[in-house]
């Protein structure tokens, strides 16, 4: 059985920073594309980012453009995001996902692509 299990969130001042880890187990991912993607509340569930082998791409939304970037270790089957210059604004449940086939287009930030979910994340920033 698969599962991704998301940890790192928590309370951390603007300004602050934190780095979100997803260790995924029951089958590797590694050449397989593993996300994340973020819903705060009263929102619709969002893009951050994700990676393929060691590429890694980040929503350009001024929103998060220039603050998040995005790594795996495939040895540990993890893949990492790290946040910094946190807002209020990105207060959120973040949640990591993978894609379970293999896929080699630009539509990363479509949510149908990953057949894969971890349970979430809260991060809260507070002003």
């Known amino acids: 059985q698969v599962q991704l299990v998301e940890s790192g969130g928590g309370l951390v001042q603007a300004g602050g920073s934190l780095r979100l880890s997803c260790a995924a187990s029951g089958r590797t991912f590694s050449g397989y594309a593993m996300g994340w993607f973020r819903q705060a509340p009263g929102k619709e569930r969002e893009f951050v980012g994700a990676i393929r082998w060691s590429v890694g791409i980040t929503n350009s939304a001024d929103s998060m453009k220039g603050r998040f970037a995005i790594s795996r270790d495939d040895a540990k089957n993890t893949v990492y995001l790290q946040m910094n210059s946190l807002k209020p604004e990105d207060t959120a449940v973040y949640y990591c996902?993978?894609?379970?086939?293999?896929?080699?287009?630009?539509?990363?930030?479509?949510?149908?692509?990953?057949?894969?979910w971890g349970q979430g994340t809260q991060v809260t920033v507070s002003s």
């Open positions: 996902a993978a894609m379970g086939r293999y896929y080699s287009g630009n539509y990363y930030h479509n949510e149908a692509l990953y057949q894969y």
